[in-house]
């Protein structure tokens, strides 16, 4: 017998959205199946490789560690949700300049992860940097250049007048 279905409502990249979920699907995939926010990506469906990274009221969660249920009421910031008015956000900029990517499957997490630390840590050093990261499996071991990119992006954003994407209410992402 199927799952009985939950009413949920969240506020997702700027738009109110309003469902239901059976109460075991994972945020990653009612984004991704049930509305076509695909640019969040499952590497590993673990918890281990970031790559389904979001803002969840600004922090960054792996979203295959997270109900959708659990996000009622929250506001979510994925992938797609980073450019505005059709400007790249500085981390997105950051990304193409320092070519932070290689394959490209675990870049969406990268940038969400780079996106929040940049808004909560904007002067992290190189070393703090590396530990963030630490959640992030990039295949392609593309490191040495996302570390770049968002020592670039950290630029960006402070020559940036632009607000911040999210302000984000605690530590560290989940
Ligand atoms: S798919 Fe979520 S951490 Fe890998
Ligand atoms: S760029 Fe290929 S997995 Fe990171």
Redesign the pocket.
């Known amino acids: 017998m199927a799952d009985e279905r939950v009413a949920l409502q969240l506020v997702i990249n700027g738009r109110l959205v309003r469902g239901d979920v059976e109460p075991r699907t994972l945020l990653?995939y009612y984004l991704r199946d049930e509305l076509g926010l695909t640019g969040t990506h499952?590497?590993?469906?673990?918890?281990?490789?970031?790559?389904?990274t979001v803002l969840l009221d600004g922090l960054a969660v792996?979203?295959?560690?997270v109900l959708a249920v659990q996000a009622d009421g929250c506001r979510v910031t994925t992938v797609e949700g980073l450019a505005s008015g059709g400007h790249l956000h500085p981390v997105q900029r950051a990304f193409q300049e320092e070519h932070g990517l290689q394959c490209g499957f675990c870049t969406p997490g990268a940038m969400m992860l780079a996106a929040w630390l940049v808004e909560q840590e904007p002067h992290a050093d190189e070393r703090a940097i590396r530990e963030a990261l630490d959640g992030l499996i990039c295949r392609c071991t593309g490191y040495e250049n996302i570390v770049r990119a968002i020592q670039r992006a950290q630029a960006l954003s402070e020559a940036s007048e632009e607000p911040g994407l999210q302000r984000a209410e605690g530590g560290r992402g989940r």
């Open positions: 990653a499952v590497g590993c469906d673990t918890s281990q490789c970031g790559a389904c792996k979203s295959c560690t």
